[in-house]
């Protein structure tokens, strides 16, 4: 990093939201920035993630950049090399490469109120900018549940995102500790080879077959010499994702057909009635993340697996105790039990106008002004941020949006011209939340029994947006002003004499 440098816009995370925000930044002319990545390469949950069977559970076409159409995805749902490599693509593409910091991991953001600017420390060295644009990821830090005894565990130990591909499963006695959407990916991919997979299942999931199948050469060319026909396939594919939208915000009781149809998803694989009914979730469908998969219960039902209906609640050297009691003898742990999503680790590293950091802030809960925007925060904002998360549909469509608030953000600026900065305002943050809260009230995320990592610890739904994609983003399309404090240096205040907060 060299000394004292200062950028215009600092993007930090070179994940989906990064790059879009970087490749954004370029349309709109500005080239002054950096894109601060503590990995040694792009990609972001798909560089991180590469357990066996990892793929996206979006339909591909839909789970990619509308500005960057990849006609040649191999299937539906794409594996996570494809995405990586689809991600490496669009950091060439768009001319990104030379915006990239790595090995650079953000330890500290600061909002020097004297400077007007945004002081970032990184592991490599200190750096100045106008606008921070954090870009960190809802799923990146993963979680390992703090179990008693687990350091006394002689065996081989990781995370879902964190796989270790020198340690060799075969034939070795695994146990997987989660149900959640990778879980379910990595049990039909490990089960064949394994020696023993003994499944530990706090909550069953409702689990949906994949319609998942090879893109043929013949629609790839299709869509190679008709761009067009691979918009209508992405259209299509969003238009039904937006229908299923008030069913899960409004009427879940219209999701009990749903249901019916993953109970006989269940019943095709699963033919021991006891086995089912560990299996069978005891809260409506929706309230956690719908899984798709046509490989997961036909594993269950292998002589091999064992499932265990109860979460792992103590580890006494190679044994491995549930909360039921049962016991089993592993040699590795591997763990698919999410990330800090309420809790985000960032939160922690950025100190505000007052001193305090977003952590403090966020203590009762995440909330942002349109998912962006903290109170407190001048010219410092978030992709994916508190309520952007979707439970049926493409994130891409999100940060999409989300990356048109950030040029109109930053075209504010530019207009307002000087030194300036937006700190959103606190009573403009509160009607937001209150708006959004409201809405959340009635969805199946808040109604339909189950607890998920949807919900911060106090039980508030702070990670997903109830609503449709399409008023999302009418809603992030144009800052309003009225929104903010516009924030100017105080020497330049008391020179000009102007109003400590213009605009307020
Ligand atoms: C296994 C898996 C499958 C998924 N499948 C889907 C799907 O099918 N459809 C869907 O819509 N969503 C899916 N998601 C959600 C997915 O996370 C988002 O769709 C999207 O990839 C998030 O992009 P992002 O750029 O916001 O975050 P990330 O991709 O997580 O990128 C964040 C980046 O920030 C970097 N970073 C974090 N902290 C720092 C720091 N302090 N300093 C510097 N850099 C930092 C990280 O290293 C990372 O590169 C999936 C998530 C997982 C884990």
Not at 209 to 223: K, T
Not at 283 to 308: E, F, H, M, T
Not at 353 to 378: Q, Y
Not at 432 to 457: A, F, H, I, K
């Amino acid at each position: 990093m060299a000394e004292h440098e200062h950028v215009k816009v600092a993007v930090v995370g070179s994940g989906f939201g990064g790059l879009g925000a970087a490749v954004r930044l370029r349309r709109e002319g500005i080239t002054d920035f950096v894109v601060l990545e503590r990995a040694g390469s792009v990609g972001g949950t798909w560089r991180d993630n590469s357990y066996p069977g990892c793929a996206c559970d979006v339909p591909s076409h839909l789970y990619s950049f509308s500005f960057a159409p990849h006609p040649d995805w191999p299937r539906t749902f794409s594996g996570q090399p494809h995405i990586r490599a689809y991600l490496e693509r669009v950091t060439d593409t768009f001319g990104l490469r030379p915006h990239l910091r790595f090995d650079s991991e953000v330890k500290r953001m600061t909002w020097d109120a004297e400077e007007f600017r945004w002081e970032i420390e990184t592991v490599r060295g200190t750096l100045t900018a106008d606008v921070v644009v954090s870009a960190t990821g809802p799923l990146s830090d993963p979680k390992i549940p703090d179990i008693p005894g687990l350091d006394t565990f002689p065996g081989k130990v990781f995370h879902s995102a964190r796989w270790d591909h020198d340690y060799d499963l075969t034939g070795k006695r695994v146990a997987m500790i989660g149900t959640g959407a990778s879980a379910i990916q990595i049990v039909p991919s490990i089960q064949p080879k394994v020696g023993r997979l003994t499944l530990f299942q706090r909550t069953p999931a409702w689990v949906m077959p994949r319609v998942d199948r090879e893109i043929s050469g013949v629609e790839r060319a299709l869509h190679r010499a008709l761009p067009v026909t691979a918009k209508l396939r992405r259209g299509v594919l969003w238009g039904i994702r937006e229908l299923q939208v008030q069913a899960f915000t409004k009427h879940p009781g219209e999701l009990g057909f749903v249901e019916q149809l993953a109970k006989r998803n269940m019943a095709r694989a699963i033919k021991d009635p006891a086995l089912r009914a560990k299996l069978t979730p005891d809260y409506r469908i929706g309230c956690k993340r719908i899984l798709l998969s046509n490989s997961y219960y036909p594993a269950l039902a292998r002589p091999n697996v064992d499932v265990v209906a109860a979460g792992l609640s103590e580890v006494r050297g190679s044994t491995l105790v549930a909360a039921d009691g049962s016991e089993a003898e592993v040699d590795a742990i591997v763990f698919g039990t999410g990330f800090h999503v309420t809790d985000m680790p960032i939160a922690e590293r950025v100190v505000g106008a007052d001193g305090r950091t977003l952590a403090e802030t966020w203590k009762g809960g995440m909330e942002a002004l349109r998912g962006a925007s903290a109170a407190g925060f001048p010219n410092w904002m978030t992709i994916i941020g508190p309520n952007t998360g979707l439970g049926n549909s493409s994130m891409i469509l999100m940060i999409e949006s989300q990356l048109n608030y950030m040029a109109d953000y930053l075209r504010q600026l530019r207009v307002l011209g000087g030194k300036v900065a937006l700190d959103a305002r606190p009573a403009a943050v509160a009607a937001w939340n209150e708006r959004v809260q409201r809405r959340m009230e009635r969805t199946v995320w808040n109604t339909g029994g189950c607890t998920s990592w949807y919900l911060d610890p106090s039980g508030r739904n702070t990670t997903v947006w109830p609503g449709t994609t399409a008023e999302f983003r009418r809603a992030t399309r144009q800052v309003d002003l009225a929104e903010y404090t516009v924030l100017r240096p105080s020497a330049e205040r008391s020179a000009t004499a102007a109003p400590a907060q213009v605009g307020a």
